[in-house]
C-alpha cells in the first residue's frame, strides 16, 4: 500500500525562551495591522477569521467600530477593505465591542459589545462585502440576556448563535434565518439568583460548542465555575447537564475562569482561568476533570490573566492569550491523553512589536499556519506565522507519508488549486519549488532533526 511510513517521528531543531531542546520554535512574529485614518483600530479587542480564509475581522472597544481585511489566503498578505463605526451610517450595536464571530456558511458576521449590549448582524455577498443588517438590544427595556455581552458562539450547522450575558448571568439563544442572517431570540437560561435554574452560571465570559453539536459549554468567572449544557439539535434549546467548581474534586484552573475551548476531535475540554487551565475530558458517559497545569502558562495568579484560547485545527497545539502581562503562551497537545505542555511564550517586553499589549484574543486561519492577536493597548493585530515542526508533514502526525510528498508535489507542479500543505513551504512565499520538495524528501528519510 502507497501510505508506507517513510520517517520516524519529527524531532525537534532548538531550545527557544530557555525551554527544553525538544521543542522547535512554533511562532514567528510576521507584523501587524494597526490603527489608521481608514482603520479605527482602537482598543483592538476581538479578532477572527472568515470560514474559507478570505477575510480577517476585527473590533475595536475604543472605536466601536468593526474592520475588515482581505486575506491572500497562500501568502498571509492582508489589504484593508470596509470599517463600520458606531452612528456612523445608521450602523448601532458597535458600541464597546469585543467579539466578532462569522457564521460558518460565512454569509454572516455578528459582533457582541459590552456596554452596548448588543449583538450586530452584518450580511456578507459573495464577494465579501459586508453590510449592516440588524442589531438587537439588551438592557432595562430589550432582550433579557443581551446585558454586557462578553461572547458568541453559533452551532455546527449556523442555524442558532449562543450569547454569554455577564451582566445578566445568562446564556441567551438566538435562532438565525436562513434567508437574510437575521436574529431572534427563542430561549435564555439564567442563574437561580436571576430567576433561573443553572446553578454556577455567574457572570459568564467564554463559551464553546463540541464539533458534534451535542452540547454547550460556559466558563463563569463570578461561580469560578463549567457549566455543561446538553444542547436539542433541531430547537437548539439548552438543558443544564452539570456544573463543575473551583476546589470541589481537587479542581483547579475555574478560578476566575476567562477563556474555554474544546479540542477539534471533541474529546478534551480547557478552561482558563487565574490560577492554571483546566482539563476537561469529553467522553460518551460524560464530562469529567482530568488535570490542571499552571505556573508559566498562566503566569503570576491575579496578574497575568488569561483572555482568550484557540486551537490549531489539527488540534496539536493551544494559544492562549493573557492581557494582564502581554503575552501568548504557546502549548503543544498530545493527541491520545489530551495532555498540554508548555512551548513558547511571546511577550510585549522581550519583542517590542505591535499586538501584543493587551492581548485579548486569537483567531487561527482555518488551515492553521497563521494566528492573529488582538492587542487592545496597541491598537492593533499582531499576526504570526507557524513554522512546520515536519517539512511536508501535511496532517502533522509526526510522520511524513509517501501520500503526503505526493500532495506537495502536486501543489508544486500546479496540480492543485491551493496550497493544501503548507507545511512544505520552508520560506512561506506560498510556493513549493523543487528545492523545497527535495528538503521535504530528505526530511522525510533521515527525520526532521536529520
Request: some cysteine; overall charge negative.
Amino acid at each position: 500500500m502507497l501510505r508506507k511510513k517513510l520517517a520516524v517521528a519529527c524531532l525537534g531543531l532548538s531550545s527557544v525562551f530557555g525551554l527544553p531542546a525538544a521543542y522547535a520554535q512554533v511562532l514567528q512574529y510576521a507584523g501587524a495591522i494597526e490603527r489608521s485614518e481608514v482603520a479605527p483600530l482602537g482598543g483592538a479587542h476581538g479578532v477572527s477569521v472568515a470560514p474559507d480564509g478570505s477575510q480577517i475581522f476585527a473590533v475595536a472597544f475604543d472605536d466601536n467600530a468593526l474592520l475588515v481585511w482581505v486575506r491572500d489566503a497562500r501568502t498571509g498578505s492582508l489589504t484593508f477593505a470596509q470599517a463600520f463605526v458606531e452612528g456612523v451610517g445608521g450602523i448601532s450595536g458597535l458600541f464597546r465591542a469585543v467579539r466578532v464571530t462569522p457564521s460558518p456558511d460565512g454569509t454572516g458576521v455578528y459582533v457582541g459589545a459590552f456596554f452596548g449590549d448588543s449583538v450586530a448582524v452584518f450580511r456578507r455577498d459573495s464577494q465579501g462585502v459586508l453590510r449592516f443588517e440588524q442589531a438587537l438590544f439588551g438592557g432595562a427595556s430589550g432582550v433579557f440576556g443581551l446585558t454586557q455581552v462578553r461572547d458568541l458562539e453559533f452551532s455546527p450547522d449556523g442555524r442558532f448563535l449562543y450569547v454569554a450575558s455577564y451582566g445578566d448571568n445568562a446564556v441567551l439563544v438566538l435562532e438565525r434565518s436562513e434567508r437574510d442572517g437575521s436574529l431572534r431570540p427563542i430561549e435564555v437560561v439564567s442563574d437561580r439568583d436571576e430567576g433561573g435554574t443553572v446553578p454556577g452560571l455567574v457572570r459568564p465570559t467564554s463559551l464553546a460548542v463540541s464539533p458534534d453539536g451535542q452540547q454547550v459549554y460556559t466558563a463563569c468567572t463570578g461561580s469560578q465555575s463549567l457549566v455543561v449544557f446538553d444542547r436539542d439539535a433541531r430547537s437548539g434549546t439548552l438543558v443544564h447537564e452539570a456544573t463543575f467548581f473551583q476546589g470541589e474534586g481537587g479542581i483547579r484552573g475555574l478560578s476566575g475562569a476567562e477563556a474555554l475551548a474544546v479540542s477539534p476531535d471533541g474529546r478534551d475540554l480547557y478552561v482558563a482561568g487565574g490560577d492554571g487551565v483546566a482539563h476537561f475530558a469529553r467522553r460518551p458517559e460524560g464530562v469529567f476533570y482530568v488535570r490542571s497545569m499552571d505556573g508559566e502558562v498562566v503566569g503570576e495568579s491575579g496578574v497575568a490573566g488569561p483572555s482568550d484560547l484557540a486551537l490549531t485545527p489539527q488540534g496539536n497545539y493551544a494559544f492562549l492569550t493573557r492581557a494582564g502581562d502581554d503575552t501568548l503562551v504557546v502549548l503543544q497537545r498530545d493527541a491520545s491523553s489530551g495532555a498540554l505542555d508548555l512551548v513558547e511564550l511571546h511577550r510585549a517586553a522581550d519583542e517590542p512589536r505591535p499586538g501584543l499589549r493587551g492581548a485579548s484574543s486569537v483567531a487561527l486561519s482555518p488551515d492553521g499556519r497563521w494566528v492573529y492577536v488582538a492587542g487592545q493597548f496597541d491598537d492593533a493585530v499582531g499576526v504570526f506565522r507557524r513554522i512546520p515542526a515536519c517539512l511536508g508533514d501535511c496532517d502533522e502526525d509526526g510522520e511524513v507519508t509517501v501520500d503526503e510528498l505526493t500532495r506537495a508535489v502536486r501543489v508544486a507542479l500546479r496540480q492543485t488549486v491551493d496550497l493544501d500543505c503548507w507545511q512544505a513551504d520552508r520560506d512561506a512565499d506560498g510556493e513549493l519549488t523543487v528545492d523545497e520538495i527535495v528538503a521535504a524528501v530528505r526530511r522525510a528519510l533521515v527525520g526532521c532533526g536529520g
